[in-house]
């Protein structure tokens, strides 16, 4: 097999790469990239090979999209946390929204009027809401100040904000960048990462939980 000449781009059916993962679950060496020139046929095709195993498969066409353009650049706040506390924190809302029988509900970073930051389960309705006690979670401001996030709530599934937050396993703090708030609340996607751009360390997108204002 001989380097291309310039660089290519292969794009692999998802279902494809899930199946080869599955299977190889227990493979740690490195995964080799291949493309079969075959003048006989216009179909592309592609190689995937672990150890002894080559898996040939027909290539998807066009390129891939260029990621990094999904990702937002412009915040209101980012503040970093302890990320073992953020875990810890999440980890008691979902086991008290359970305990009451709210197994779906979010939990929630609210910053009181004096911009102090805590997580809490989301449970019943606003008055039962001001009962419930959350965890207080310190935090510094990478960019914006306490007049931005005042009275301000990111509410997230906290299945999905445990997941997100594994990810990050092995760091000691984890940044989250608010675009915005409307309405006192987060709607659009947070991000999660020490470096927006993704040029050092993982970033990860979060979509939070949007609740309608009582009328």
């Excluded at 809302?93 to 979010?106: E, L």
């Excluded at 100040?145 to 396993?169: K, P, Q």
Aim: charged share 20%; glycine share 8%.
């Amino acid at each position: 097999m001989q380097p291309p000449a310039a660089a290519v781009h292969v794009l692999f059916s998802a279902d494809v790469l899930s199946a080869v993962l599955k299977q190889s679950k227990f493979f740690d060496g490195p995964i080799g990239v291949g493309l079969l020139s075959d003048q006989n046929s216009d179909i592309p095709r592609a190689t995937l090979s672990l150890g002894d195993t080559t898996i040939t498969v027909r290539s998807r066409e066009g390129k891939f999209p260029t990621y990094a353009s999904f990702f937002p650049s412009e915040f209101v706040a980012s503040v970093r946390m302890d990320r073992a506390t953020l875990v810890r924190a999440a980890k008691k809302g979902r086991a008290m929204t359970q305990a009451v029988g709210y197994k779906h509900s979010p939990v929630a970073l609210h910053w009181d009027a004096a911009g102090a930051l805590a997580l809490a389960p989301v449970i019943g309705s606003p008055a039962d809401q001001d009962r419930v006690k959350g965890m207080n979670i310190p935090f510094t401001f990478a960019h914006g100040a306490t007049e931005d996030v005042s009275g301000m709530s990111v509410r997230f599934n906290s299945a999905h904000l445990l997941d997100a937050l594994e990810a990050f396993i092995g760091q000691e703090t984890v940044t989250v960048h608010v675009q915005e708030f409307e309405q006192g609340q987060s709607r659009k996607p947070v991000l999660l990462g020490e470096d927006p751009s993704g040029a050092n360390g993982y970033r990860h997108l979060l979509m939070p939980i949007r609740l309608d204002p009582p009328k």
